[in-house]
Protein backbone atom coordinates (compact mmCIF):
# COMPACT_ATOMS: atom_id res chain seq x y z
CA UNK A 1 0.00 0.00 0.00
CA UNK A 2 1.35 3.88 -0.89
CA UNK A 3 2.53 5.48 2.47
CA UNK A 4 0.94 8.80 1.24
CA UNK A 5 -2.22 7.00 2.80
CA UNK A 6 -3.60 9.05 5.48
CA UNK A 7 -5.60 9.30 8.23
CA UNK A 8 -6.86 12.03 9.95
CA UNK A 9 -3.96 14.34 8.50
CA UNK A 10 -0.92 12.46 9.32
CA UNK A 11 0.36 9.79 7.33
CA UNK A 12 0.21 6.08 8.84
CA UNK A 13 3.80 6.21 10.46
CA UNK A 14 2.56 9.50 12.53
CA UNK A 15 -0.97 7.62 13.25
CA UNK A 16 1.32 4.39 14.26
CA UNK A 17 3.28 6.94 16.28
CA UNK A 18 0.58 8.77 18.02
CA UNK A 19 -0.91 5.54 19.12
CA UNK A 20 2.23 3.75 20.73
CA UNK A 21 4.04 6.44 21.59
CA UNK A 22 2.71 9.70 22.33
CA UNK A 23 -0.92 8.87 22.99
CA UNK A 24 -3.88 10.70 21.16
CA UNK A 25 -5.19 12.54 24.04
CA UNK A 26 -2.09 14.48 23.93
CA UNK A 27 -2.49 18.83 23.37
CA UNK A 28 -2.66 19.45 19.66
CA UNK A 29 0.22 22.01 19.77
CA UNK A 30 3.30 22.19 17.93
CA UNK A 31 6.05 20.77 19.80
CA UNK A 32 3.57 17.76 19.67
CA UNK A 33 3.42 17.99 16.08
CA UNK A 34 7.03 18.44 15.82
CA UNK A 35 7.71 14.89 17.99
CA UNK A 36 5.67 13.13 15.85
CA UNK A 37 7.31 13.97 12.61
CA UNK A 38 10.69 13.53 14.08
CA UNK A 39 9.53 9.64 15.33
CA UNK A 40 7.89 9.20 12.14
CA UNK A 41 11.00 9.39 10.20
CA UNK A 42 12.90 7.30 12.49
CA UNK A 43 10.10 4.56 12.35
CA UNK A 44 10.49 4.74 9.08
CA UNK A 45 14.20 4.73 8.30
CA UNK A 46 14.14 1.49 11.32
CA UNK A 47 11.00 -0.72 9.44
CA UNK A 48 10.06 -0.81 5.91
CA UNK A 49 6.51 0.44 4.70
CA UNK A 50 4.53 -3.17 4.72
CA UNK A 51 6.49 -3.68 8.55
CA UNK A 52 4.90 -0.16 9.75
CA UNK A 53 1.77 -1.01 8.37
CA UNK A 54 1.55 -4.17 9.75
CA UNK A 55 1.94 -2.95 13.21
CA UNK A 56 0.05 -0.28 12.88
CA UNK A 57 -2.87 -3.21 12.21
CA UNK A 58 -2.07 -5.03 15.15
CA UNK A 59 -2.60 -1.43 16.94
CA UNK A 60 -5.65 0.03 16.17
CA UNK A 61 -8.93 -0.52 17.77
CA UNK A 62 -11.39 -2.32 15.57
CA UNK A 63 -13.85 -1.78 18.22
CA UNK A 64 -16.34 -4.62 20.52
CA UNK A 65 -12.94 -4.49 22.96
CA UNK A 66 -10.95 -6.07 19.83
CA UNK A 67 -7.56 -4.33 19.43
CA UNK A 68 -5.40 -5.25 15.90
CA UNK A 69 -6.16 -6.89 12.88
CA UNK A 70 -5.90 -10.71 14.23
CA UNK A 71 -8.19 -9.85 17.03
CA UNK A 72 -10.91 -8.17 14.55
CA UNK A 73 -11.21 -10.90 12.85
CA UNK A 74 -11.48 -13.84 14.92
CA UNK A 75 -13.87 -11.50 17.10
CA UNK A 76 -16.04 -10.37 14.03
CA UNK A 77 -15.38 -13.61 12.00
CA UNK A 78 -14.04 -16.34 14.11
CA UNK A 79 -11.11 -16.99 11.36
CA UNK A 80 -7.68 -16.10 11.45
CA UNK A 81 -6.38 -12.93 10.07
CA UNK A 82 -4.74 -15.05 6.86
CA UNK A 83 -7.50 -16.54 6.33
CA UNK A 84 -10.11 -13.54 5.75
CA UNK A 85 -12.14 -13.08 2.30
CA UNK A 86 -11.99 -9.96 0.24
CA UNK A 87 -15.26 -9.55 1.62
CA UNK A 88 -14.60 -9.88 5.15
CA UNK A 89 -11.07 -8.22 5.22
CA UNK A 90 -12.71 -5.13 2.92
CA UNK A 91 -15.58 -5.01 5.94
CA UNK A 92 -13.03 -4.55 8.40
CA UNK A 93 -10.58 -2.38 7.04
CA UNK A 94 -13.31 0.22 7.28
CA UNK A 95 -13.55 -0.44 10.68
CA UNK A 96 -10.76 2.11 12.07
CA UNK A 97 -11.86 5.62 10.86
CA UNK A 98 -15.26 5.32 13.20
CA UNK A 99 -15.06 1.41 15.14
CA UNK A 100 -18.68 1.78 16.52
CA UNK A 101 -20.62 3.71 13.75
CA UNK A 102 -19.07 0.90 11.36
CA UNK A 103 -19.39 -1.91 13.62
CA UNK A 104 -21.21 -4.89 11.76
CA UNK A 105 -22.90 -6.26 15.15
CA UNK A 106 -24.52 -2.92 15.86
CA UNK A 107 -24.94 -1.07 12.55
CA UNK A 108 -24.79 -3.69 9.65
CA UNK A 109 -25.75 -1.06 7.27
CA UNK A 110 -23.42 0.86 7.92
CA UNK A 111 -20.77 -1.32 7.84
CA UNK A 112 -21.57 -2.31 3.95
CA UNK A 113 -21.77 1.33 2.85
CA UNK A 114 -17.81 1.49 4.30
CA UNK A 115 -17.08 -1.77 2.91
CA UNK A 116 -18.22 -0.22 -0.28
CA UNK A 117 -15.68 2.66 0.00
CA UNK A 118 -13.25 0.41 0.66
CA UNK A 119 -13.51 -2.32 -2.03
CA UNK A 120 -14.09 1.09 -4.90
CA UNK A 121 -11.01 2.69 -3.30
CA UNK A 122 -9.03 -0.92 -3.85
CA UNK A 123 -10.38 -1.14 -7.43
CA UNK A 124 -9.10 2.99 -7.52
CA UNK A 125 -5.81 1.64 -6.45
CA UNK A 126 -5.66 -1.17 -8.52
CA UNK A 127 -5.44 -4.18 -6.31
CA UNK A 128 -8.43 -5.59 -7.42
CA UNK A 129 -10.80 -5.51 -10.20
CA UNK A 130 -13.99 -3.99 -10.39
CA UNK A 131 -15.86 -7.45 -10.95
CA UNK A 132 -14.05 -8.88 -7.70
CA UNK A 133 -15.65 -6.16 -5.79
CA UNK A 134 -18.92 -6.30 -7.17
CA UNK A 135 -18.38 -9.79 -6.13
CA UNK A 136 -17.24 -9.34 -2.33
CA UNK A 137 -19.89 -6.47 -2.09
CA UNK A 138 -22.75 -9.27 -2.77
CA UNK A 139 -21.35 -11.97 -0.39
CA UNK A 140 -23.51 -12.64 2.64
CA UNK A 141 -21.54 -12.03 5.03
CA UNK A 142 -22.12 -13.51 8.61
CA UNK A 143 -21.23 -11.52 11.62
CA UNK A 144 -20.58 -12.84 15.00
CA UNK A 145 -21.53 -11.36 18.31
CA UNK A 146 -18.24 -10.61 20.50
CA UNK A 147 -17.59 -13.55 22.83
CA UNK A 148 -17.28 -11.43 26.09
CA UNK A 149 -14.57 -12.96 28.36
CA UNK A 150 -15.09 -10.29 31.00
CA UNK A 151 -18.17 -10.29 33.76
CA UNK A 152 -21.02 -6.89 33.40
CA UNK A 153 -20.29 -6.13 29.75
CA UNK A 154 -22.34 -3.60 29.32
CA UNK A 155 -20.86 -1.75 32.24
CA UNK A 156 -17.41 -2.45 31.19
CA UNK A 157 -18.49 -0.65 28.30
CA UNK A 158 -19.97 2.73 30.13
CA UNK A 159 -17.06 2.86 32.11
CA UNK A 160 -14.91 2.63 28.53
CA UNK A 161 -17.26 5.72 27.43
CA UNK A 162 -16.75 7.60 30.64
CA UNK A 163 -12.99 7.42 30.78
CA UNK A 164 -13.05 9.33 27.15
CA UNK A 165 -15.25 12.11 28.91
CA UNK A 166 -14.01 15.14 31.22
CA UNK A 167 -12.43 14.94 34.03
CA UNK A 168 -10.41 11.45 33.17
CA UNK A 169 -9.92 11.81 28.95
CA UNK A 170 -8.91 8.45 28.69
CA UNK A 171 -9.41 6.94 25.64
CA UNK A 172 -8.81 3.15 24.37
CA UNK A 173 -5.94 3.56 22.90
CA UNK A 174 -4.10 5.55 25.99
CA UNK A 175 -5.03 2.68 28.42
CA UNK A 176 -4.31 0.10 26.09
CA UNK A 177 -0.88 1.74 25.84
CA UNK A 178 0.04 3.46 29.43
CA UNK A 179 -1.89 0.49 31.67
CA UNK A 180 -3.67 2.52 33.33
CA UNK A 181 -5.69 0.57 36.13
CA UNK A 182 -9.21 1.71 36.96
CA UNK A 183 -11.13 0.97 40.27
CA UNK A 184 -14.87 0.98 39.38
CA UNK A 185 -18.23 1.01 41.85
CA UNK A 186 -19.55 -2.16 40.43
CA UNK A 187 -20.48 -4.53 43.13
CA UNK A 188 -20.64 -7.75 41.93
CA UNK A 189 -22.86 -9.86 43.39
CA UNK A 190 -25.31 -7.14 42.89
CA UNK A 191 -24.69 -7.43 39.63
CA UNK A 192 -24.91 -11.10 39.22
CA UNK A 193 -28.56 -10.52 40.73
CA UNK A 194 -29.43 -8.05 38.42
CA UNK A 195 -28.40 -10.16 35.24
CA UNK A 196 -30.11 -13.14 37.04
CA UNK A 197 -34.03 -11.37 37.43
CA UNK A 198 -34.12 -10.14 34.61
CA UNK A 199 -33.09 -13.43 32.19
CA UNK A 200 -35.71 -14.93 34.49
CA UNK A 201 -38.46 -12.09 34.51
CA UNK A 202 -37.79 -12.32 30.60
CA UNK A 203 -37.88 -16.27 30.49
CA UNK A 204 -41.01 -16.30 32.55
CA UNK A 205 -43.11 -13.78 31.26
CA UNK A 206 -41.52 -12.32 28.05
CA UNK A 207 -43.83 -14.34 25.61
CA UNK A 208 -47.23 -14.19 27.18
CA UNK A 209 -46.39 -10.48 27.40
CA UNK A 210 -44.29 -9.77 24.52
CA UNK A 211 -41.64 -8.12 26.08
CA UNK A 212 -38.06 -9.49 24.87
CA UNK A 213 -35.50 -6.93 26.47
CA UNK A 214 -35.06 -5.29 29.70
CA UNK A 215 -32.34 -3.04 31.79
CA UNK A 216 -31.61 -2.07 35.24
CA UNK A 217 -29.81 0.19 37.18
CA UNK A 218 -29.08 0.33 40.50
CA UNK A 219 -27.46 3.29 42.84
CA UNK A 220 -26.36 3.94 46.24
CA UNK A 221 -27.99 7.23 46.79
CA UNK A 222 -25.29 8.60 49.51
CA UNK A 223 -22.40 8.61 46.46
CA UNK A 224 -23.48 8.34 43.62
CA UNK A 225 -21.82 4.66 43.17
CA UNK A 226 -23.57 2.58 40.23
CA UNK A 227 -23.46 -0.75 41.91
CA UNK A 228 -25.11 -2.63 38.71
CA UNK A 229 -26.07 -2.02 35.34
CA UNK A 230 -27.79 -4.29 32.85
CA UNK A 231 -27.78 -2.53 29.68
CA UNK A 232 -29.94 -5.91 28.15
CA UNK A 233 -30.98 -9.40 28.20
CA UNK A 234 -27.64 -10.75 25.96
CA UNK A 235 -25.16 -9.00 25.03
CA UNK A 236 -23.64 -11.32 22.22
CA UNK A 237 -26.76 -11.73 20.23
CA UNK A 238 -26.89 -9.19 17.08
CA UNK A 239 -27.41 -5.98 18.25
CA UNK A 240 -27.46 -6.65 21.85
CA UNK A 241 -24.47 -4.21 21.79
CA UNK A 242 -26.55 -1.04 22.70
CA UNK A 243 -26.88 -0.52 26.13
CA UNK A 244 -30.89 0.29 26.74
CA UNK A 245 -29.31 1.45 30.47
CA UNK A 246 -27.78 4.46 29.19
CA UNK A 247 -27.23 4.85 24.99
CA UNK A 248 -30.99 4.81 24.21
CA UNK A 249 -32.84 7.11 25.79
CA UNK A 250 -36.77 5.78 25.93
CA UNK A 251 -40.11 7.41 26.68
CA UNK A 252 -40.93 7.07 30.61
CA UNK A 253 -44.49 6.82 30.82
CA UNK A 254 -46.04 7.43 34.02
CA UNK A 255 -42.74 7.82 35.88
CA UNK A 256 -42.07 11.03 34.73
CA UNK A 257 -44.99 12.30 36.90
CA UNK A 258 -42.20 12.11 39.95
CA UNK A 259 -40.67 15.03 38.43
CA UNK A 260 -44.36 17.16 38.28
CA UNK A 261 -45.67 16.55 41.20
CA UNK A 262 -42.25 17.59 43.15
CA UNK A 263 -41.93 20.65 41.32
CA UNK A 264 -45.76 21.18 42.31
CA UNK A 265 -44.66 20.71 45.87
CA UNK A 266 -41.55 22.86 45.68
CA UNK A 267 -43.97 25.84 44.13
CA UNK A 268 -46.68 25.55 47.61
CA UNK A 269 -49.27 25.70 44.74
CA UNK A 270 -50.40 22.60 46.24
CA UNK A 271 -49.82 19.91 49.00
CA UNK A 272 -50.02 16.80 48.97
CA UNK A 273 -54.01 17.00 50.10
CA UNK A 274 -55.10 19.36 47.52
CA UNK A 275 -58.36 18.34 46.11
CA UNK A 276 -57.80 17.50 42.24
CA UNK A 277 -61.04 17.06 40.13
CA UNK A 278 -60.56 13.96 37.66
CA UNK A 279 -63.15 15.02 34.90
CA UNK A 280 -63.69 15.25 30.92
CA UNK A 281 -60.78 17.63 29.36
CA UNK A 282 -60.20 19.01 26.09
CA UNK A 283 -57.55 21.35 24.75
CA UNK A 284 -58.02 23.06 21.68
CA UNK A 285 -54.29 21.77 20.30
CA UNK A 286 -51.82 18.47 21.31
CA UNK A 287 -53.54 16.07 19.93
CA UNK A 288 -53.58 14.20 16.50
CA UNK A 289 -56.63 14.00 14.04
CA UNK A 290 -57.29 13.39 10.50
CA UNK A 291 -56.98 16.72 8.37
CA UNK A 292 -54.18 18.07 11.90
CA UNK A 293 -50.42 18.15 11.64
CA UNK A 294 -49.63 15.97 14.91
CA UNK A 295 -50.45 18.38 17.70
CA UNK A 296 -52.83 20.88 16.51
CA UNK A 297 -55.52 18.47 16.93
CA UNK A 298 -58.10 18.64 20.15
CA UNK A 299 -56.99 16.77 22.76
CA UNK A 300 -58.93 14.72 24.88
CA UNK A 301 -56.73 13.03 27.20
CA UNK A 302 -57.68 10.11 29.11
CA UNK A 303 -56.71 8.14 32.06
CA UNK A 304 -55.47 4.24 31.46
CA UNK A 305 -59.07 2.75 32.47
CA UNK A 306 -60.74 4.99 30.49
CA UNK A 307 -62.66 6.54 33.42
CA UNK A 308 -63.13 9.41 35.73
CA UNK A 309 -62.98 9.30 39.22
CA UNK A 310 -63.86 12.54 40.56
CA UNK A 311 -62.65 14.88 43.38
CA UNK A 312 -59.23 13.25 45.08
CA UNK A 313 -56.60 14.17 47.05
CA UNK A 314 -52.91 14.74 45.10
CA UNK A 315 -51.19 12.09 46.99
CA UNK A 316 -54.01 10.13 45.51
CA UNK A 317 -54.05 10.75 42.21
CA UNK A 318 -50.28 10.48 42.09
CA UNK A 319 -50.20 7.13 43.53
CA UNK A 320 -52.72 5.83 41.09
CA UNK A 321 -50.68 7.52 38.05
CA UNK A 322 -53.96 9.03 36.50
CA UNK A 323 -53.06 10.93 33.58
CA UNK A 324 -55.72 13.69 34.30
CA UNK A 325 -54.89 15.02 37.25
CA UNK A 326 -52.15 14.80 36.20
CA UNK A 327 -51.70 17.40 33.63
CA UNK A 328 -53.84 19.47 35.49
CA UNK A 329 -51.10 19.50 38.53
CA UNK A 330 -48.48 20.12 35.81
CA UNK A 331 -50.46 23.55 33.84
CA UNK A 332 -51.37 25.12 37.36
CA UNK A 333 -47.45 24.38 38.16
CA UNK A 334 -45.79 25.37 34.76
CA UNK A 335 -44.07 23.09 32.33
CA UNK A 336 -41.23 25.29 32.57
CA UNK A 337 -40.89 24.36 36.64
CA UNK A 338 -41.26 20.66 35.75
CA UNK A 339 -38.44 20.71 33.19
CA UNK A 340 -36.38 22.92 35.50
CA UNK A 341 -36.73 19.76 38.17
CA UNK A 342 -36.34 17.03 36.48
CA UNK A 343 -32.82 18.22 34.85
CA UNK A 344 -31.91 19.11 38.90
CA UNK A 345 -33.00 15.88 40.29
CA UNK A 346 -30.89 13.94 37.32
CA UNK A 347 -32.04 14.27 33.60
CA UNK A 348 -29.47 14.78 31.59
CA UNK A 349 -31.54 14.00 28.20
CA UNK A 350 -34.94 14.92 27.58
CA UNK A 351 -36.12 13.80 24.30
CA UNK A 352 -33.99 13.55 21.54
CA UNK A 353 -31.81 14.74 20.12
CA UNK A 354 -30.43 15.47 23.80
CA UNK A 355 -29.96 18.48 24.71
CA UNK A 356 -32.12 20.14 21.79
CA UNK A 357 -35.22 21.43 23.10
CA UNK A 358 -35.75 24.42 25.67
CA UNK A 359 -38.66 24.57 28.36
CA UNK A 360 -40.96 26.11 26.06
CA UNK A 361 -40.25 23.62 23.51
CA UNK A 362 -42.22 21.00 25.74
CA UNK A 363 -45.61 20.18 25.60
CA UNK A 364 -48.22 18.93 27.85
CA UNK A 365 -47.70 15.34 26.79
CA UNK A 366 -44.40 15.93 29.18
CA UNK A 367 -45.44 14.59 32.40
CA UNK A 368 -47.08 11.64 30.45
CA UNK A 369 -43.95 10.75 29.52
CA UNK A 370 -43.67 11.10 25.72
CA UNK A 371 -39.98 12.81 25.57
CA UNK A 372 -37.66 9.88 26.07
CA UNK A 373 -34.55 10.20 28.96
CA UNK A 374 -31.96 7.82 30.09
CA UNK A 375 -32.64 5.02 32.24
CA UNK A 376 -29.29 5.52 34.29
CA UNK A 377 -30.81 9.33 34.89
CA UNK A 378 -33.88 7.91 36.20
CA UNK A 379 -32.11 6.42 38.74
CA UNK A 380 -29.76 9.09 39.84
CA UNK A 381 -33.22 11.14 40.14
CA UNK A 382 -34.77 8.26 42.04
CA UNK A 383 -30.91 8.83 44.18
CA UNK A 384 -31.28 12.52 44.64
CA UNK A 385 -35.33 11.93 45.96
CA UNK A 386 -33.58 9.02 48.43
CA UNK A 387 -30.81 11.50 49.66
CA UNK A 388 -33.66 14.05 50.79
CA UNK A 389 -32.53 16.26 47.58
CA UNK A 390 -28.88 16.31 47.50
CA UNK A 391 -28.00 14.98 43.93
CA UNK A 392 -24.28 13.10 43.10
CA UNK A 393 -23.96 12.52 39.87
CA UNK A 394 -23.40 9.04 38.39
CA UNK A 395 -20.07 7.72 39.50
CA UNK A 396 -19.00 4.32 37.71
CA UNK A 397 -15.40 5.48 38.71
CA UNK A 398 -13.82 5.10 42.29
CA UNK A 399 -9.98 5.50 41.18
CA UNK A 400 -7.09 5.38 38.43
CA UNK A 401 -3.86 4.64 38.67
CA UNK A 402 -1.24 5.16 36.15
CA UNK A 403 1.33 1.66 34.76
CA UNK A 404 3.38 2.95 37.90
CA UNK A 405 0.59 2.94 40.39
CA UNK A 406 0.35 6.26 40.86
CA UNK A 407 -3.01 7.72 41.54
CA UNK A 408 -4.56 9.28 38.23
CA UNK A 409 -8.04 10.10 40.32
CA UNK A 410 -9.66 9.21 43.25
CA UNK A 411 -13.51 9.63 44.04
CA UNK A 412 -14.59 11.89 46.39
CA UNK A 413 -18.06 12.21 46.91
CA UNK A 414 -18.25 15.21 49.02
CA UNK A 415 -16.77 16.74 45.58
CA UNK A 416 -19.53 15.17 43.50
CA UNK A 417 -22.72 16.38 45.33
CA UNK A 418 -25.14 19.63 45.58
CA UNK A 419 -28.43 20.63 46.70
CA UNK A 420 -31.01 19.74 43.67
CA UNK A 421 -34.03 19.73 46.31
CA UNK A 422 -35.20 20.91 49.33
CA UNK A 423 -35.43 18.14 51.97
CA UNK A 424 -38.97 18.97 53.07
CA UNK A 425 -39.77 18.86 49.61
CA UNK A 426 -38.28 15.40 48.78
CA UNK A 427 -39.49 14.07 52.12
CA UNK A 428 -43.20 14.72 51.04
CA UNK A 429 -42.98 13.43 47.93
CA UNK A 430 -41.16 9.96 49.37
CA UNK A 431 -43.98 10.03 51.70
CA UNK A 432 -46.72 9.92 48.77
CA UNK A 433 -44.76 7.55 47.07
CA UNK A 434 -44.15 5.00 50.11
CA UNK A 435 -47.47 4.94 50.90
CA UNK A 436 -49.35 1.98 49.69
CA UNK A 437 -53.01 3.01 50.59
CA UNK A 438 -52.34 5.98 47.49
CA UNK A 439 -52.30 3.24 44.58
CA UNK A 440 -54.43 0.34 45.89
CA UNK A 441 -57.23 2.00 43.47
CA UNK A 442 -55.25 1.31 40.67
CA UNK A 443 -52.60 -1.31 41.28
CA UNK A 444 -53.96 -3.04 44.12
CA UNK A 445 -52.71 -3.34 47.47
CA UNK A 446 -49.19 -5.40 48.63
CA UNK A 447 -47.89 -5.39 45.20
CA UNK A 448 -44.33 -5.49 43.67
CA UNK A 449 -44.09 -1.97 44.51
CA UNK A 450 -43.80 -2.55 47.80
CA UNK A 451 -41.07 -4.36 50.16
CA UNK A 452 -42.33 -6.74 53.26
CA UNK A 453 -41.14 -5.19 56.60
CA UNK A 454 -39.97 -2.11 54.76
CA UNK A 455 -39.89 1.63 54.17
CA UNK A 456 -39.69 1.79 50.04
CA UNK A 457 -40.77 4.36 47.53
CA UNK A 458 -41.53 3.54 44.12
CA UNK A 459 -43.28 4.51 40.50
CA UNK A 460 -44.06 2.70 37.98
CA UNK A 461 -44.58 3.87 34.08
CA UNK A 462 -46.28 2.81 31.23
CA UNK A 463 -46.41 4.44 27.80
CA UNK A 464 -49.56 5.28 25.98
CA UNK A 465 -48.77 2.66 23.10
CA UNK A 466 -47.28 -0.20 25.53
CA UNK A 467 -44.18 -0.04 24.08
CA UNK A 468 -42.45 1.05 27.32
CA UNK A 469 -42.59 -0.19 31.01
CA UNK A 470 -40.79 1.43 34.08
CA UNK A 471 -40.56 0.68 37.87
CA UNK A 472 -38.34 3.43 39.82
CA UNK A 473 -38.14 3.45 43.46
CA UNK A 474 -35.76 3.70 46.33
CA UNK A 475 -34.80 3.46 50.15
CA UNK A 476 -32.61 5.68 51.91
CA UNK A 477 -29.92 3.06 51.04
CA UNK A 478 -30.47 1.89 47.52
CA UNK A 479 -32.22 3.00 44.34
CA UNK A 480 -33.26 0.93 41.26
CA UNK A 481 -34.28 1.91 37.88
CA UNK A 482 -35.94 -0.66 35.60
CA UNK A 483 -37.19 -0.73 31.76
CA UNK A 484 -38.72 -3.35 30.12
CA UNK A 485 -39.47 -3.53 26.35
CA UNK A 486 -38.49 -4.49 22.61
CA UNK A 487 -35.43 -2.94 21.33
CA UNK A 488 -37.70 -2.62 18.19
CA UNK A 489 -39.95 -0.55 19.46
CA UNK A 490 -42.75 -3.81 19.25
CA UNK A 491 -45.26 -2.91 21.24
CA UNK A 492 -46.13 -5.17 24.64
CA UNK A 493 -49.20 -7.51 24.25
CA UNK A 494 -52.29 -7.53 26.76
CA UNK A 495 -51.96 -4.08 27.72
CA UNK A 496 -49.28 -4.64 29.61
CA UNK A 497 -48.63 -1.78 32.57
CA UNK A 498 -45.34 -1.18 34.43
CA UNK A 499 -46.90 -2.82 37.39
CA UNK A 500 -46.38 -6.60 35.58
CA UNK A 501 -43.36 -5.82 33.59
CA UNK A 502 -40.79 -4.07 35.05
CA UNK A 503 -42.24 -4.23 39.19
CA UNK A 504 -41.59 -7.47 39.49
CA UNK A 505 -37.55 -6.92 38.51
CA UNK A 506 -37.42 -4.20 40.60
CA UNK A 507 -39.15 -5.87 43.38
CA UNK A 508 -37.25 -9.21 43.23
CA UNK A 509 -33.36 -7.55 42.94
CA UNK A 510 -34.52 -4.75 46.06
CA UNK A 511 -35.69 -7.63 48.00
CA UNK A 512 -32.77 -9.46 47.24
CA UNK A 513 -30.37 -6.71 47.48
CA UNK A 514 -31.63 -5.33 50.18
CA UNK A 515 -31.64 -8.73 52.16
CA UNK A 516 -30.07 -8.67 55.53
CA UNK A 517 -30.25 -5.05 56.01
CA UNK A 518 -32.29 -3.41 58.51
CA UNK A 519 -34.92 -1.41 57.19
CA UNK A 520 -34.63 2.87 56.86
CA UNK A 521 -36.50 5.76 56.63
CA UNK A 522 -36.34 9.33 57.41
CA UNK A 523 -36.98 11.75 60.82
CA UNK A 524 -39.16 14.32 59.29
CA UNK A 525 -36.99 17.30 58.09
CA UNK A 526 -37.11 20.82 60.05
CA UNK A 527 -39.98 22.86 59.15
CA UNK A 528 -42.40 20.49 57.91
CA UNK A 529 -45.72 20.69 59.50
CA UNK A 530 -47.39 17.29 60.54
CA UNK A 531 -50.54 16.64 60.37
CA UNK A 532 -51.54 12.54 60.94
CA UNK A 533 -49.30 10.92 58.47
CA UNK A 534 -49.41 14.13 56.20
CA UNK A 535 -46.74 16.88 55.96
CA UNK A 536 -46.76 20.39 54.72
CA UNK A 537 -44.42 23.25 53.84
CA UNK A 538 -44.36 26.16 55.59
CA UNK A 539 -47.50 27.96 55.09
CA UNK A 540 -49.30 25.37 52.58
CA UNK A 541 -51.37 23.78 55.36
CA UNK A 542 -54.60 25.65 53.67
CA UNK A 543 -54.33 26.31 50.23
CA UNK A 544 -57.11 27.88 47.93
CA UNK A 545 -58.86 24.16 46.39
CA UNK A 546 -58.11 25.86 42.99
CA UNK A 547 -57.87 22.12 41.20
CA UNK A 548 -61.20 20.86 42.68
CA UNK A 549 -62.68 23.56 40.54
CA UNK A 550 -63.38 22.68 36.94
CA UNK A 551 -60.57 23.29 34.73
CA UNK A 552 -61.29 27.16 33.43
CA UNK A 553 -62.50 27.19 29.60
CA UNK A 554 -61.99 29.79 26.91
CA UNK A 555 -64.04 30.81 23.96
CA UNK A 556 -62.35 30.57 21.00
CA UNK A 557 -63.83 32.62 17.43
CA UNK A 558 -66.13 30.43 15.53
CA UNK A 559 -63.33 30.99 12.72
CA UNK A 560 -59.77 30.13 13.70
CA UNK A 561 -56.59 28.97 12.59
CA UNK A 562 -55.11 26.47 14.95
CA UNK A 563 -51.97 26.66 13.23
CA UNK A 564 -51.85 30.25 14.06
CA UNK A 565 -53.29 29.97 18.16
CA UNK A 566 -51.75 32.56 20.30
CA UNK A 567 -51.34 31.75 24.05
CA UNK A 568 -53.67 34.18 24.68
CA UNK A 569 -56.03 32.40 23.04
CA UNK A 570 -56.04 29.45 24.67
CA UNK A 571 -55.71 30.72 28.53
CA UNK A 572 -57.74 31.98 31.09
CA UNK A 573 -55.68 34.40 33.77
CA UNK A 574 -52.53 32.65 32.33
CA UNK A 575 -53.92 29.01 33.10
CA UNK A 576 -53.84 26.97 30.00
CA UNK A 577 -57.34 26.43 29.53
CA UNK A 578 -59.75 24.04 27.65
CA UNK A 579 -62.09 24.56 25.19
CA UNK A 580 -65.57 23.71 23.18
CA UNK A 581 -64.10 23.94 19.79
CA UNK A 582 -66.44 24.68 17.23
CA UNK A 583 -67.72 22.18 15.26
CA UNK A 584 -65.80 20.82 12.19
CA UNK A 585 -67.68 21.72 8.89
CA UNK A 586 -69.55 19.54 7.23
CA UNK A 587 -67.61 17.17 4.99
CA UNK A 588 -69.17 17.69 1.84
CA UNK A 589 -70.68 14.00 0.41
CA UNK A 590 -68.26 12.03 -2.15
CA UNK A 591 -68.97 12.43 -5.53
CA UNK A 592 -70.04 9.18 -6.83
CA UNK A 593 -68.56 6.64 -8.83
CA UNK A 594 -70.08 5.89 -12.22
CA UNK A 595 -70.77 2.21 -12.11
CA UNK A 596 -68.06 0.64 -14.51
CA UNK A 597 -71.07 -0.98 -16.87
CA UNK A 598 -72.58 2.59 -17.51
CA UNK A 599 -70.92 4.34 -20.52
CA UNK A 600 -70.55 8.18 -20.28
CA UNK A 601 -68.81 10.56 -22.64
CA UNK A 602 -66.32 10.04 -23.72
CA UNK A 603 -67.06 6.40 -24.92
CA UNK A 604 -65.05 3.24 -24.11
CA UNK A 605 -65.21 1.15 -27.14
CA UNK A 606 -65.43 -1.75 -24.75
CA UNK A 607 -68.14 -0.17 -22.74
CA UNK A 608 -71.98 -1.93 -23.45
CA UNK A 609 -74.66 -0.12 -21.24
CA UNK A 610 -77.16 -2.20 -19.92
CA UNK A 611 -79.91 -3.63 -21.69
Not at 180 to 188: E, G, I, M, N, Q
Not at 434 to 458: E, I, K, P, Q, Y
Request: include cysteine; hydrophobic fraction near 35%; proline fraction near 9%.
Amino acid sequence: QHHKDKQGGSTISQQLVKQVYIGTNAPADIQRKLKEAILAIELNREYSKSQILEMYLNTIFYGSQTYGIEAAARSYFQSNAHDLSLAQAAMLAGLPQAPTQYNPVVNFQSAKQRQAQVLAAMVGEKYITAAQAEAAYAVKLQVSPPITKFEAPYFVDYVLKTLAKPPYNINNSDNNRKGYRVYTSLDLNLQHMAEQVVREQIAQKGNYYNFHDAALVSMNPKTGEVLAMVGGDDYTRPGGQFNLAYDVPRPPGSSFKIFTYTAAIESRKVNMLSPVLDDPMVFPIGGDGPGFVSGFAKYVPLNYDRRFHGTLPLKMVMGNSLNIPALKVELRTGIPAVVDMASRLGLTCLGEPCGSKKPEDYGMSLTLGAYPVRLADMATAASTLATLGVRHREAPILNIKDGLGKDVFTYDPAKNEYRAVDPGVAFIIASIMSDDRNRCMSFGCHGDLTLAGRHVAAKTGTTNDFKDNWTVGFTPSLATAVWVGNPDNKPLSHNSTGIVGAAPIWHKFMTQALAGTPDQWYPVPTGLHQVGQDFFLPGTENLPKTLAQPWPQCKLPAKYNPYSLTYSQITVDGVYCIVNAPPPPPTPAPTPTPSPTVCSPPFDPQCKPHD
